[in-house]
């Protein structure tokens, strides 16, 4: 199932969504619906076209959908936060990347018990976007600037694949994991935000009257 696209089948009911206006959360992080669409057509038509060339005498395969509509998306969004704490973006991808090569290379460590931590590596990558990020496009620069990042120091040092004369840059596993990844991050994220405004709604519930608080909290 790992070389398998599904991934795509979370891209067709958001796409669904995002074409009936159904999709409100996501058009938080900035893009119009129509901008929307066009970067989710992007990365179901990119992964089908891999680019080759050779480079000092290796063989380089890119993927144009699990690597560069990634990278690029990524570089966009970091222009699209708002927040001003740049520091804080390029940390929660450091963290991303080094879960993705911990994900990968956890055979070496000879841990059997780290095989159920591999297998779950989309929900605590998202966990840890969300966490990190400080927000929706944040928490998906994270997965997406840390899977970039992640493969790219993969492939470099470690090859990437068993064949020592070939480096592949973005996979169908990648982009399978990087999506779900991204999935989860935002509904942490959405969780997070609605646990905030039930506390707030329940802490002014319980403020006692003439304290100057309005419902507003002010």
């Known amino acids: ?20 206006g159904k999709a409100g959360w996501l ?50 969004l970091f222009f699209r936060i708002e927040d001003k704490r740049p520091l804080r973006r390029f940390f929660g991808a450091l963290v991303l990347a080094g879960l993705y090569l911990l994900q990968h290379n956890f055979e070496l460590m000879d841990a059997e018990w780290l ?23 944040a928490a998906l620069f994270a997965v997406f600037a840390g899977s970039v990042l992640g493969q790219s120091v993969q492939t470099v040092i470690w090859g990437g694949t068993p064949f020592y004369n070939v480096r592949q840059f973005g996979t169908v596993q990648d982009l399978n994991l990087l999506l779900l990844a991204a999935m989860f991050s935002q509904a ?31």
């Open 1 to 20: 199932m790992s070389e398998l696209p599904w991934g795509f089948l979370l891209l067709l009911p958001l796409a669904i969504w995002v074409y009936l």
């Open 188 to 218: 942490f994220c959405l969780a997070a935000a609605r646990l905030k405004k039930a506390v707030k709604r329940k802490t002014l519930s319980l403020a006692p009257a003439g304290d100057g608080l309005t419902k507003d909290g002010q």
């Open 115 to 137: 095989y159920p931590l591999a297998g779950a590596y989309p929900l605590i990558a998202g966990i840890f976007a969300a966490a990190l990020g400080g927000g929706r496009a």
């Open 27 to 76: 058009r938080e992080i900035g893009p119009s619906r129509e901008l929307l669409l066009f970067f989710i057509l992007l990365f179901f038509a990119g992964n089908f076209f891999t680019f080759n060339f050779i480079l000092d005498g290796k063989n380089i395969f890119v993927n144009l959908g699990g690597y560069i509509i990634p990278a690029l998306f990524a570089v966009w």
